[in-house]
């Protein structure tokens, strides 16, 4: 079986409402970025899912290594001074 | 990190119920028991709109036409959204499609019957869509993410379908003599290959095991079943329809998963079909989309 | 005679888009599981659904209009042949992709220019219905015109189908856009729309896509086809056997 043509993958990324942010909901193929606009409008918002997409080629998203979570993400653990909770406030102080 | 030790890893993240990426470590076996039953459940979802698709350029009325277009189509987006999440694994849609096409790889057996009166339309949603949503549920919860995010999108879909096909039954079961008969044949013909959807019985079951401890699969394909039975007799009851009685014929079974099923060969066939059909229409859009020239603009936002 | 005398104009009027809708749904119907690539087939779907539920509040409104307790299930379905007023383009077999493609995109053209204009019907309810569409046919006509540049400057294969696709369809394009009695007492009650207002933007969406596409357009051929009027070709009475089957097999059942 060929695989010569298979049109390239894309990741679709919609916007349910205005306000929102644009969230990861699948992916697609198509064989351009017209048609990935397309074909995401037709596969992922039948039923009013959303207000705007974005697509992009699988194969351009840049993505973090599982391996490297420690590295990337347990640094930012101990930052605890970064978070409102960390400081206590007296009752009386208001608005703060 | 030894194999050993990774396996032990991975398998203290499944049990803390966590979920696990595509690019997390995953044992081979893990992999591909997944690439199976995602692919063989994306085929099943294509392969599905056949049967039903059967119908549509017959519809008794406009408005059942248009349910029936966007029930199908939505079989189809159920298959589009189950490969995607195949794909994370690592395979190619395309070369998932060659094992479809090629026969080496399965689909639900239930598509390999025919649908030769509008009651199976109804009997499909009713029936078929129903032991689909007992079986898909437990797998919104699935350990691995991309398939228990497309089970989620999928679940939500397909309780139209159920009901659409109910509601099919109850007009045709309040209707004229010749309807009525045409949904209690309709019942008949599918009841035993619904019930076989939950596949094997548990001594039988060869993946049954490690796909639960695995948590891709939460509950036993008997008590799947049993729960399918219970719900659905009262409503064959509401119905006024009468549900065969006996048990299940596991030859049947084999035999039509091995190929010999009444349809088995007019599936492949169309699905072969319009792959080849459209080899040059795929081949033009790739020759379109090389073509050096000015970038269309398209709106983000 | 033609089949046009038994209906009062407006609601002759009225059928002819609403058949025209129906039958190219019917049509789309037919590809669904068939489509070259998954989510083709979920365009084409689409496609179908839109043209269907055009199709639907036409033919509940022609009803309405008629007076004789008619709705949209007794016009689909109990009309013959010779009553349907739909152009001959729609219900031209689906052929390969091209062809479809290549029907749907010179529909889609001609559905725009229409559906604008219709918008300012002076039948309220015709203009409701055409807004709502216009907006529908606007996105088909973004997905054939892209599909019509993609093949017909794709590969030489593409190319050769579609050009071809698009030769045997023109000869039912000359109807579209050409006025005959019923068009004028319409345009004069300003119910329906200019045709040849309409006959000049199509031509322009044609060309321009057509330019893109690196495609030749087609000259016209003397031969017109009158589907609009009730004569068909052969394609059209099977295409209705079927879709009327088996509700003429029941009468009176409800479904």
């Avoid at chain 1, 409402?17 to 699948?26: F, I, P």
């Avoid at chain 2, 080496?104 to 019957?113: D, G, L, P, V």
Wanted: aromatic residues 8%; glycine residues 8%.
């Amino acid at each position: 079986m060929t695989t010569a043509n298979d049109w390239p993958l894309y990741e679709v990324f919609i916007r349910a409402r205005g306000g929102l942010d644009h969230k990861h909901v699948g992916s697609l193929h198509a064989a351009d970025a017209r048609m990935a606009l397309e074909h995401a409008r037709d596969v992922y918002t039948r039923r009013l899912e959303g207000i705007s997409i974005w697509v992009v080629k699988s194969s351009e998203i840049v993505a973090s290594d599982p391996a490297d979570a420690d590295a990337f993400f347990e640094p930012a653990r101990d930052k605890v001074y970064r978070h409102p909770t960390f400081y206590d406030i007296p009752d009386e102080v208001k608005t703060l | 990190m030894d194999i050993a030790a990774l396996e032990t890893r991975f398998q203290a993240r499944i049990d803390a119920d966590e979920r696990i990426e595509p690019k997390d470590w995953m044992p081979d076996a893990y992999r591909r028991a997944l690439i199976r039953q995602m692919s063989q459940h994306a085929h099943s979802e294509i392969v599905g709109m056949l049967p039903e698709g059967n119908w549509i350029t017959r519809a008794p009325s406009l408005e059942r036409k248009a349910i029936l277009i966007a029930k199908v189509q939505d079989e189809g987006g159920h298959g589009a959204y189950l490969y995607g999440a195949t794909e994370t694994l690592g395979v190619t849609r395309e070369a998932l499609i060659g094992e479809l096409l090629t026969g080496a790889a399965k689909y639900s057996s239930i598509f390999n019957y025919p649908t030769p009166t509008w009651a199976d339309v109804g009997a499909i949603g009713w029936l078929v869509d129903g032991a689909a949503i007992m079986n898909q549920i437990p797998l919104c919860r699935c350990s691995y993410g991309p398939y228990a995010r497309a089970m989620v999108r999928i679940c939500k879909e397909e309780s139209f379908h159920q009901r659409q096909g109910f509601d099919i039954m109850l007009t045709l079961a309040r209707g004229t003599d010749a309807q009525r008969r045409m949904a209690q044949e309709s019942l008949d013909r599918w009841w035993w290959p619904a019930l076989m959807m939950f596949g094997p019985p548990d001594a039988d079951s060869k993946h049954s095991a490690q796909s639960m401890r695995w948590k891709v699969k939460r509950f036993s394909n008997d008590e799947l079943r049993r729960r399918f039975i219970e719900f659905t007799v009262p409503q064959a009851e509401f119905l006024g329809l009468v549900v065969p009685q006996g048990t299940i014929d596991w030859s049947e079974f084999e035999s039509v998963l091995k190929g010999n099923g009444p349809c088995n060969r007019e599936r492949l066939e169309a699905r072969r079909r319009a792959h080849d059909a459209g080899r040059w229409v795929r081949e033009a859009a790739l020759a379109y989309a090389a073509k050096p020239r000015p970038v269309r603009q398209e709106a983000t936002g | 005679m033609s089949a046009l005398s038994e209906h009062e104009p407006h609601v002759a009027y009225v059928l002819r888009l609403a058949d025209s809708n129906l039958v190219l749904a019917q049509r789309l119907g037919e590809w669904v599981g068939h489509a070259p690539a998954l989510e083709e087939d979920l365009a084409l779907a689409n496609i179908a659904l839109d043209l269907l539920g055009q199709a639907r509040l036409l033919l509940t409104h022609a009803g309405v209009l008629e007076g004789k307790g008619r709705d949209e299930d007794a016009l689909a379905f109990l009309r013959e042949e010779r009553e349907f007023l739909n152009v001959a383009l729609v219900e031209q077999p689906n052929g390969d992709f091209g062809d479809t493609i290549a029907r749907q995109f010179l529909h889609d053209a001609w559905q725009v220019e229409l559906y604008g204009r219709l918008a300012a019907s002076r039948d309220a309810q015709l203009a409701a219905i055409a807004t709502k569409a216009l907006r529908e046919s606007t996105y088909h006509l973004r997905f054939s015109a892209g599909w019509m540049v993609r093949l017909g400057d794709g590969t030489d294969e593409s190319h050769r189908r579609v050009e071809e696709s698009l030769g045997r369809l023109w000869p039912c394009t000359l109807e579209l856009c050409e006025a005959d009695d019923l068009d004028r007492a319409m345009l004069a009650l300003g119910i329906g729309v200019d045709l040849a207002a309409v006959r000049a933007g199509w031509d322009r969406r044609v060309n321009d896509t057509l330019t893109e596409a690196t495609l030749t357009r087609p000259a016209d051929r003397p031969w017109r086809w009158f589907g609009k009027r009730g004569v068909h070709g052969e394609h059209l009475g099977r295409l209705l056997a079927e879709m009327q089957s088996l509700h003429r097999a029941h009468p009176g059942a409800q479904w």
